[in-house]
């Protein structure tokens, strides 16, 4: 399984950007594909899930009401909208895929993972 993430930039505070994580390769019937962020000298955090089959979603409290999760059959691809971004957003974005059942907010429980994509934004 690959994951190809792209749509990083930067952008001013309050701006928007929107994320793409298209996946490839072997699939399962189902899996999680979630958002992971690490700015320099922190952990990776989680910042979003979606059940690929059924589009549960999940959020962390820090994103809730500006980021949004949502996925493509067609294209096979996962996005990552996000709005009224803030300075505190600033990190290298990570999109990663696990089977369920999975702990979507431990990144040891994803077993495919993409290659980070920078979002920078400017106070």
């Known amino acids: 399984v690959q994951l190809q993430a792209s749509g990083g930039g930067l952008v001013q505070a309050g701006g928007s950007l929107r994320l793409s994580c298209a996946v490839s390769?072997?699939?399962?019937?189902?899996?999680?594909v979630g958002w992971f962020r690490q700015a320099p000298g922190k952990e990776r955090e989680f910042v979003a899930g979606?059940?690929?089959?059924?589009?549960?979603?999940y959020y962390a409290d820090s994103v809730k009401g500006r980021f949004t999760i949502s996925r493509d059959y067609a294209k096979n691809t996962e996005y990552l909208q996000m709005n009224g971004l803030k300075p505190e957003d600033t990190a290298v974005y990570y999109c990663?895929?696990?089977?369920?059942?999975?702990?979507?907010?431990?990144?040891?429980?994803?077993?495919?993972w993409g290659q980070g994509t920078q979002v920078t934004v400017s106070s």
């Open positions: 990663a895929a696990g089977s369920p059942p999975i702990r979507v907010v431990v990144p040891g429980a994803y077993d495919y």
């Open positions: 390769g072997r699939t399962f019937s189902n899996y999680v």
């Open positions: 979606i059940m690929w089959r059924g589009g549960s979603t």
